[in-house]
Every structure is written in structure tokens, then in C-alpha cells.
């Protein structure tokens, strides 16, 4: 579980041990991880925290190892790390940050499905799950490095859900849309944001991080043993 220090990784770990799932809980920042492990201890689940910064090739190789001599395998990964990028149009945009964002977010789900699918197939299959986005989905203003690296994701994962198939490896991607995160919290405090995306969902209120949490979750699980290759919008409906 990448991204698990907090919001929708945070979430998704600990629904993951609720299911009786052993959790490997990776975060570039290793105090908020630990939190999250201690939280999983709490409540009777188990837990592993483990450094990973998902943009550095050799650390994601080495998360993936710790957790093949731990645990003897790997079953399933869900790949939420990634980073935001500063609200202005493309224009706007120096390459470097651009080139940042993208390495972040793509390259890096890259590099954690590159050594998590062999993981998977010596395991003899499993699944992944990757958070993307709805900006994986269509366009977000303001936001080009974001949303091209999540549609990458997107693009990512319909590759490899073909590619391994055969393996007995499902890959889907969850895309919600604004969740109410403690990352999204700060940003909001003083504004006027969460009554601006509530009056344009179709159900009236933004997402919590449990919800797209059971969504990840629901897709390592066998009731979406047929459900590879899909990306699947939570967003209380302002796709429809």
C-alpha cells in the first residue's frame, strides 16, 4: 500500500487489515506511516511500515523485497503515492515542475508495478489496484501535469491488465473524484471550496476517504474476480 501515511492510502491500509489483509505500509514520509501501522496494530490487524519514495527506482525494488522476505509473497498492491501540482494553466507551467509531477505520479506507479506484476506472478496471480483520478478521466482547469499524469495511469493499467491476463493478474484503477482528505481540509480552510464541489455532485456532498478506500479494496477482492482493465469512477456522480 503505497501513499499510506494518510487521506485515501491511509484509509485504504486500514480497510485492507480490517479484511484480514497483512499490510505493507509505504510512505515517502515514514512518521506518518508509522502512524498509520500503530492504527492497524490497534485494532488487531498487522502491519508492516516500510519507507518508499515510489519516484526512486531502488527504493521501490527494495520495498518490494522487504516485503517478499517477510511475508513470502505478495497478493496484492494498491498504488495511491503520488503529488499535486500548483493550480495555473499550462502556459504557466515551468518544464521542471512539469517533468516533476509526471515522474511522481506516472513514473513512479511505474516503477511500483515493474516489481510488484513479477511479485504477483510467483505468487500466481492477484491483483492491482492503482489510484488514479478523475482528472485520468477528463480535463480538471488549471491543472495539465496532474491530469496528464493520471491519465497516463489510466493508460498504464489498461496495458497492464491486457498484457498480464494471462498471468492470472487483474489491474483496475480507481479514479474519485474530490475527497474529503486532510490534504483537502487545509486547502479548504477559509474558502468557500467544499460548498463549491458539493453543489456540482449529483449526490450533494464530496466523497469521504473510507469510500474510495472500499472501492480499492472491493477490486483486490474475488467478488471482481472478472473485473480487469476497467476505470472506475467514484465520484457521487459528475462524470454522468
Same mark, same amino acid.
Given at each position: 500500500?503505497?501513499?499510506?501515511?494518510?487521506?485515501?492510502?491511509r484509509? #485504504?491500509?486500514?480497510e485492507?487489515?480490517?479484511?484480514?489483509? +497483512?499490510v505493507?505500509? +509505504?510512505?515517502?514520509?515514514e +512518521?506518518?506511516a !508509522?502512524?498509520? #501501522?500503530?492504527?492497524i496494530?490497534?485494532?488487531?490487524? /498487522?502491519?508492516?511500515?516500510?519507507?518508499?519514495?515510489i519516484g526512486?527506482?531502488s527504493?521501490?525494488?527494495?520495498?518490494?523485497?522487504? #516485503?517478499?522476505?517477510?511475508?513470502?509473497g505478495?497478493?496484492f498492491?494498491?498504488?495511491n503515492?503520488?503529488?499535486?501540482?500548483?493550480? @495555473?494553466?499550462l502556459?504557466q507551467?515551468?518544464?521542471?515542475?512539469?517533468? @516533476?509531477v509526471?515522474h511522481?505520479n506516472?513514473?513512479?506507479t511505474?516503477?511500483?508495478?515493474k516489481?510488484?506484476l513479477p511479485?504477483?506472478q510467483?505468487?500466481?496471480?492477484?491483483?492491482i489496484?492503482t489510484i488514479?483520478s478523475?482528472?485520468?478521466?477528463?480535463a480538471?482547469?488549471?491543472?495539465?501535469?496532474?491530469?496528464?499524469?493520471?491519465h497516463?495511469?489510466v493508460?498504464? #493499467?489498461k496495458?497492464?491488465?491486457?498484457?498480464?491476463?494471462p498471468d492470472?493478474?487483474?489491474v483496475?484503477a480507481?479514479?474519485?473524484g474530490?475527497?474529503?482528505t486532510?490534504?483537502? /481540509?487545509?486547502v479548504?480552510?477559509g !474558502?468557500?471550496?467544499?460548498a463549491?464541489?458539493?453543489?456540482i455532485?449529483?449526490?450533494?456532498?464530496m466523497?469521504t476517504?473510507?469510500e474510495?478506500?472500499?472501492?480499492?479494496?472491493w477490486?483486490?477482492?474475488?467478488?471482481?474476480s472478472?473485473? +480487469?482493465?476497467i476505470?472506475?469512477?467514484?465520484?457521487?456522480?459528475?462524470?454522468?
Open positions: 500500500m503505497t501513499g499510506a501515511g494518510s487521506g485515501i492510502g484509509a #485504504t491500509a486500514i485492507l487489515a480490517g479484511q484480514g489483509a +497483512t505493507i505500509v +509505504t510512505d515517502i514520509d +512518521t506518518t !508509522t502512524e498509520t #501501522t500503530e492504527m496494530k490497534e485494532s488487531g490487524g /498487522e502491519a508492516l511500515v516500510v519507507a518508499l519514495d526512486d527506482e527504493s521501490v525494488r527494495m520495498a518490494v523485497e522487504r #516485503t517478499v522476505a517477510a511475508y513470502g505478495l497478493d498492491a494498491v498504488n503515492a503520488g503529488l499535486a501540482s500548483h493550480h @495555473r494553466q502556459d507551467m515551468g518544464l521542471a515542475e512539469f517533468e @516533476r509526471v511522481v506516472l513514473a513512479g511505474f516503477l511500483c508495478m516489481y510488484e511479485a504477483l510467483s505468487r500466481g496471480g492477484g491483483a489496484v488514479a478523475n482528472g485520468g478521466l477528463y480538471i482547469p488549471h491543472a495539465p501535469a496532474y491530469v496528464a499524469a493520471k497516463g495511469i493508460g498504464l #493499467t496495458v497492464a491488465a491486457v498484457d498480464y491476463a492470472g493478474i487483474r483496475n480507481v479514479c474519485p474530490p475527497t474529503r486532510p490534504g483537502f /481540509e487545509r479548504a480552510a !474558502t468557500d471550496m467544499v463549491m464541489q458539493e453543489a455532485t449529483r449526490l450533494g456532498r466523497a476517504p473510507q474510495a478506500a472500499a472501492t480499492a479494496v477490486l483486490c477482492s474475488d467478488a471482481t472478472y473485473v +480487469t482493465g476505470a472506475l469512477s467514484v465520484d457521487g456522480g459528475r462524470r454522468a
